[in-house]
T-cell receptor, first 113, second 115 residues
Framework: DAKTTQPTSMDCAEGRAANLPCNHS???????VYWYRQIHSQGPQYIIHGLKNNETNEMASLIITEDRKSSTLILPHATLRDTAVYYCIVRVPYGGSQGNLIFGKGTKLSVKP | GAVVSQHPSWVICKSGTSVKIECRSL??????MFWYRQFPKQSLMLMAT?????????EQGVEKDKFLINHASLTLSTLTVTSAHPEDSSFYIC???????????FGPGTRLTVL
């Protein structure tokens, strides 16, 4: 079973920041938070991951709360091509079967003109 | 990021036939590869995990004799759906994990339709 809870869907205006929340209240100390997205009829695409510090890369920013029970993925300037299902997953890197990516239902983000 | 390819991208076959799907890591060596299945409007479900040179580990409820997995090299894994039936029609996605960075990269998927 997925260890995360995400809203089913969200809308965002093109050019605005998209903030996607994720709850992971039972996260263990050695589990990282990973974000992937899946554009319709394609394989998932890795976005970003982190342990406890905020992370930023060319695609997005990841904000993890101090107690690590929730996080937010931020797409700073959403475009129509960012319309996808976004998955928040917790896993243990190098953790054998504990490191397997288990997908929940994700959040369907619709970016509108 | 690392590139994973799948072939074919789509396939239509008759009930009772077998279908082979290839998954390749193009620019890195993947010690571990994964196979997922996704039915319409559902999330990805992990089917099996395979390490190069070892037998695959199947998730509960996945028939190992029906879904044959071979991971003969660090860049190639194959999934063979044997005696396919219409209920096996699905989107099959592979992924590969590097041993160094431990990040998992996904292929574009293969859409299987069994008539």
């Amino acid at each position: 079973d997925a260890k995360t809870t995400q809203p089913t869907s969200m809308d965002c205006a093109e050019g605005r920041a998209a903030n996607l929340p994720c709850n992971h209240s039972t996260i263990s100390g050695n589990e990282y938070v990973y974000w992937y997205r899946q554009i319709h009829s394609q394989g998932p695409q890795y976005i970003i991951h982190g342990l406890k510090n905020n992370e930023t890369n060319e695609m997005a920013s990841l904000i993890i709360t101090e107690d690590r029970k929730s996080s937010t993925l931020i797409l700073p300037h959403a475009t129509l091509r960012d319309t996808a299902v976004y998955y928040c997953i917790v896993r243990v890197p190098y953790g054998g079967s504990q490191g397997n990516l288990i997908f929940g239902k994700g959040t369907k983000l619709s970016v509108k003109p | 990021g690392a590139v994973v390819s799948q072939h074919p991208s789509w396939v239509i076959c008759k009930s009772g036939t077998s279908v082979k799907i290839e998954c390749r890591s193009l620019d890195f060596q993947a010690t571990t590869m994964f196979w997922y299945r996704q039915f319409p409007k559902q999330s990805l479900m992990l089917m099996a995990t395979s390490n190069e040179g070892s037998k695959a580990t199947y998730e509960q409820g996945v028939e190992k004799d029906k879904f044959l997995i071979n991971h003969a090299s660090l860049t190639l894994s194959t999934l063979t759906v044997t005696s396919a039936h219409p209920e096996d029609s699905s989107f099959y996605i592979c992924s590969a994990r590097t041993s160094s960075a431990d990040t998992q990269y996904f292929g574009p998927g293969t859409r299987l339709t069994v008539l």
